[in-house]
C-alpha cells in the first residue's frame, strides 16, 4: 500500500494542495520576476549557435504540436518544446540560480519555465495563477530536494550534477497545470528522477576544450520531468517514495549525505524561494565575484586603454578553468574570466558577450590578455570548504596599482541582492530583438501582475514569433 506520509508522497500532496491564497505576497513577486528573468534569458539565447543546432535536431526528432516555444518557430510536442525551451533560456549562461551563502545549486528557471511552457497552448488557456502556482511549487520542491543531498566536499570532487535533479521540478510544474493530483504528482516524481540525466560536472572537457555544449544539462532535465508526466498520464507507473529512505533519489544522484528533514520542515512557512538568485553577468556564476570588484573600478579609470594590467585574486579553480583568453565556442567564452572582464571594459551588451563577433573581437581580445588569475589562499578554503566563489581584482593605471573590493557573494543573491528595476531593465534588452522597449516594458508590467493575467499564453504571444513576422 502506498505510504501517504512518506517524504515523497508529503510533498506531492503539498503542490497539489497549493493554492494563490496560500502563498505570500512577496513569494509571488518572487516569481513573477523569476518568470520573466527567464523568458528574457530565452529570447536572448535564441541567437546562440548552441540553440540554433540543437533547435534543428529537436524539430527534426519531436511532431509538431501546441506547446508553445521560445524560437520563433511553430509549437511542438511538449516533450519537444521543453527541451527546446530550457536550452534557450539556459543559452547564454545568463539564467538565473539557486543559492545558499554563496554556493550555487542549479538554475531551476530554465528547467522548471520550460516544464511550465510545455503547458501553454495545450487545452484551454493556462491563468496567471494556475501558473503561479505550479512555478511556486516545483521551486519549493526542487530548491528543497537539492539542499537534502548536498554532498560532502570529497564527494563533490568525484561527482557532482549541476541541473539534473531538475527534472523532478519540471515535473511538478508541468504536472500542476495538466491536472495532476498529488497522487499523480508522486508517480510522476518517480518517473521524472528514473529519466533523470546523470550527474556529469566533472566530465565537461575541462582539460580538453571546447566544453560540452549543455554545460548545464537543463534541456534534457527539462525534457524527463515533461515526459514523466506525459507518461503518468497514459497510465504507466512509476517508482514511489522516491525521495525516501538509503536507496533514494539522493543516492542515484552520486551524493554521500542526505538529510531527510530538509525535504519538509516548515513546508509552506518557510520559503526556500528566498534562496534563488539573479545573474548580472552572462556568465559562470563562479566568475560573478570577480567581475563586480571589477565594475566597481570602472568608474576610477578613464577608458579602459589606460589600464596596463588587471590581477584577479580567486580560488585555484579560477585560476585552473576560467583562464582561457581565447575561447573557442561560445560555451567556452562563458567561462573565460578574461574575455568578460574585457567585455565589462569596453561596455558590450551583455547579451552579447559570447557571440561569435565579440569572440573575435581583436581591442577585446588584446585587452583579455591583460588578465592575470592567481590563486589565493583565504579564496582556496572557501571554495573547498563552501563552495563559495569569492574574489577580489586588482588593477594596474600608469604602473600604480589600484586596490579593487573583496566581493564574498555574487550580485544576484540574498547576502548581496540586485534592485528589481535592474532585473527588469535585464529582460527589456533581453527581449529587444523581438519588442521594441516600451512593448518589452508593457508586457513585462503585465507578468509581473501575473495573478490578474487570464491566458498568459496570449499575454507572450508578442514573444513567440521571429523578428519580421
Known amino acids: 500500500m502506498p505510504n501517504s506520509d512518506s517524504l515523497t508522497a508529503t510533498l506531492a500532496r503539498f503542490a497539489g494542495e497549493l493554492t494563490p491564497a496560500a502563498i505570500p505576497a512577496s513569494v509571488k513577486a518572487r516569481i513573477a520576476l523569476h518568470f520573466i528573468d527567464s523568458l528574457g534569458c530565452g529570447v536572448a539565447g535564441c541567437e546562440d549557435s548552441v540553440l540554433r543546432k540543437s533547435a534543428r535536431v529537436i524539430r527534426s526528432q519531436y511532431a509538431t504540436g501546441k506547446s508553445a516555444v521560445l524560437d520563433g518557430g511553430?509549437?511542438?510536442?511538449?516533450s519537444g518544446a521543453a527541451f527546446l525551451n530550457a536550452a534557450a533560456i539556459n543559452a547564454l549562461d545568463y539564467d538565473d540560480g539557486f543559492e545558499v551563502a554563496g554556493r550555487g545549486m542549479g538554475h531551476p528557471g530554465a528547467t522548471l519555465v520550460a516544464g511550465a511552457l510545455a503547458a501553454v497552448g495545450q487545452g484551454g488557456p493556462v491563468s496567471g495563477g494556475a501558473l503561479l502556482t505550479s512555478l511556486v511549487a516545483a521551486w519549493e520542491i526542487n530548491s528543497r530536494v537539492i539542499i537534502s543531498q548536498q554532498p560532502s566536499p570529497e564527494r563533490f570532487q568525484q561527482v557532482y550534477g549541476v541541473c539534473q535533479h531538475e527534472s523532478l521540478g519540471a515535473a511538478v510544474a508541468y504536472g500542476l497545470l495538466r491536472g495532476c493530483d498529488a497522487a499523480g504528482l508522486e508517480n510522476s516524481l518517480g518517473l521524472a528522477a528514473s529519466l533523470t540525466p546523470l550527474p556529469t560536472l566533472h566530465k565537461y572537457n575541462w582539460q580538453a576544450r571546447p566544453l560540452v555544449s549543455f554545460k548545464d544539462y537543463n534541456a534534457p532535465a527539462a525534457e524527463a520531468g515533461v515526459r514523466a508526466v506525459e507518461l503518468h498520464l497514459a497510465g504507466i507507473v512509476g517508482p514511489r517514495e522516491i525521495l525516501d529512505g538509503?536507496?533514494?533519489?539522493?543516492?542515484?544522484?552520486?551524493?554521500?549525505?542526505?538529510?531527510?528533514?530538509?525535504?519538509?520542515e516548515h513546508l509552506a512557512t518557510h520559503w526556500q524561494l528566498r534562496h534563488a538568485s539573479f545573474k548580472d553577468y552572462p556568465v559562470c556564476r563562479w566568475m560573478h565575484t570577480a567581475l563586480a570588484s571589477f565594475e566597481r573600478l570602472l568608474d576610477r579609470i578613464p577608458s579602459p586603454e589606460s589600464i596596463e594590467r588587471i590581477r584577479v585574486y580567486g580560488s585555484s579553480t579560477l585560476e585552473r578553468f576560467f583562464a582561457d583568453a581565447r575561447p573557442v565556442s561560445n560555451t567556452d567564452a562563458q567561462f573565460s574570466l578574461p574575455l568578460a572582464i574585457a567585455c565589462l571594459a569596453f561596455k558590450i551588451a551583455r547579451h552579447q558577450w559570447s557571440s561569435d563577433r565579440t569572440r573575435g573581437a581583436a581591442p577585446l581580445l588584446a585587452f583579455a590578455d591583460r588578465v592575470e588569475i592567481i590563486a589565493d589562499e583565504t579564496f582556496e578554503q572557501l571554495m573547498l570548504q563552501h563552495r563559495r566563489p569569492a574574489a577580489r581584482v586588482d588593477i594596474v593605471v600608469k604602473g600604480r596599482t589600484i586596490a579593487g573590493e573583496r566581493i564574498d557573494f555574487p550580485p544576484g543573491c540574498a547576502e548581496n541582492p540586485l534592485p528589481e528595476q535592474r532585473i527588469v531593465n535585464k529582460?527589456?534588452?533581453?527581449?529587444?530583438?523581438?519588442?521594441?522597449?516600451?512593448?518589452?516594458?508593457?508586457?513585462?508590467?503585465?507578468?509581473?501582475?501575473?495573478?490578474?493575467?487570464?491566458?498568459?499564453?496570449?499575454?507572450?504571444?508578442?514573444?513567440?514569433?521571429?523578428?519580421?513576422?
Not at 74 to 78: E, W, Y
Open 74 to 78: 511553430t509549437p511542438l510536442s511538449a
Open 246 to 264: 538509503e536507496q533514494g533519489f539522493w543516492r542515484m544522484s552520486g551524493s554521500d549525505r542526505f538529510q531527510p528533514e530538509r525535504l519538509t
Open 427 to 469: 529582460c527589456v534588452a533581453n527581449l529587444s530583438s523581438r519588442l521594441s522597449a516600451p512593448r518589452a516594458a508593457r508586457l513585462i508590467d503585465a507578468l509581473l501582475d501575473m495573478e490578474r493575467c487570464a491566458d498568459i499564453g496570449a499575454a507572450i504571444s508578442p514573444l513567440l514569433s521571429a523578428p519580421g513576422e
